[in-house]
């Protein structure tokens, strides 16, 4: 059973607790590296959302997949039909979330194709109806539109919901570690909008 949902003026839905059940945040990084600040992007979001949610009484989980540990497995999937168990978890934890993040560094003025890749071994309607916020790093500003004009519409073919608010992030937005005093009110701001569809999507 599900929790049911009611809209408060400004703010997240906030929950009716009958046999309410976790609600699974799942982020996906296509970020490259061990230290990358896309997969810190996406936890971001992903936490941030998760913390709205249980402001609103809903108790929610977040799980972050990195693309790159599954990259091998990716490629075997699409070349040989082939596929490994690290990457049918991947596929499973996708297909079994509430409310996703899809985060991409900007490569070559697009978005990764790594992301492009995991997106096509993903089953027809993995992503149907599901509350999606979208998110890309990259080094400069003129790469802004790169998630207007490719992240959205390829996950919006998917039957993704992609939510009207996305983030455009670059290094010096962060202060080490941690996003500036900005970035955290624009991660809040994405965070709060994926909770209130989400949390509208169970209800």
């Known amino acids: 059973m599900s929790a049911q949902a009611e809209l408060v003026p400004g703010g997240v ?3 009716v607790a009958v046999g309410a059940r976790v609600v699974r945040v799942v982020a996906v990084s296509a970020g490259h590296g061990p230290a990358s600040g896309t997969t810190r992007l996406a936890r971001e979001v992903a936490e941030g959302t998760a913390a709205a949610l249980g402001r609103a009484g809903l108790d929610a989980e977040v799980e972050v997949l990195e693309l790159r ?6 490629v075997r999937a699409l070349v040989e039909h082939h596929w490994e168990p690290e990457l049918v978890t991947a596929v499973e934890a996708v297909q079994r979330a509430d409310a996703l993040v899809v985060a991409t560094p900007t490569v070559n003025a697009s978005f990764s194709g790594l992301l492009k890749s995991f997106l096509d071994v993903l089953p027809p309607n993995a992503l149907r109806s599901v509350p999606t916020s979208i998110a890309a790093t990259g080094g400069t500003t003129r790469h802004t539109l790169v998630l207007d004009q490719a992240v959205r519409p390829m996950l919006g073919y998917q039957r993704a919901v992609v939510l009207p608010s996305s983030l455009f992030v670059t290094a010096d937005e962060w202060q080490a570690e941690r996003p500036g005093v900005e970035l955290a009110e624009r ?3 994405a965070a709060g909008e994926l909770a209130q569809f989400t949390a509208v999507t169970l209800g």
């Open 13 to 15: 839905a906030s929950a």
């Open 187 to 189: 991660i809040s701001v």
């Open 69 to 74: 540990r599954v990259a091998t497995a990716v």
